[in-house]
């Protein structure tokens, strides 16, 4: 079993910043690829971003590339996403996951991955 618990959300300003993080424990954290997902109510968790075991791949979904910056440390087993120039549109609720994997083609689909986090709320005001 992986725990994870996100840590970070909150209310900012359109154009501003945010810096979500992910801890985990049980096991090994570094035998896993993490990714960040997103949803709103009533539709469907959204892929953001995903990062390698290794931390070395990354991988972006169009909405966010340029905008977020996925990232993680081993050492203590957290994962972050750095969100700048935030949008209205991004208000949701953010959850990350993590997928038993060590390939480089990260997944984008949240059926791959194993565990999740209870989510935390990032709202954007205009």
């Known amino acids: 079993q992986v725990q994870l618990v996100e840590s970070g959300g909150g209310l900012v300003q359109a154009g501003g910043s945010l810096r979500l993080s992910c801890a985990a424990s049980?096991?090994?954290?570094?035998?896993?690829?993490m990714g960040w997902f997103r949803q709103a109510p009533g539709k469907e968790r959204e892929f953001v971003a995903a990062?390698?075991?290794?931390?070395?791949?990354?991988y972006y979904a169009d909405s966010v590339k340029g905008r977020f910056t996925i990232s993680r440390a081993n050492a203590v087993n957290t994962m972050y996403l750095q969100m700048d120039s935030l949008k209205p549109e991004d208000t949701v609720v953010y959850y990350c996951?993590?997928?038993?994997?060590?390939?480089?083609?990260?997944?984008?689909?949240?059926?791959?991955?194993?565990?999740w986090g209870q989510g935390t709320q990032v709202t954007v005001s205009s």
């Open positions: 996951a993590a997928d038993r994997y060590f390939g480089t083609t990260l997944h984008d689909l949240p059926t791959l991955y194993e565990y």
């Open positions: 049980g096991r090994t954290f570094s035998n896993y690829a």
């Open positions: 990062i390698s075991w290794s931390g070395f791949v990354t």
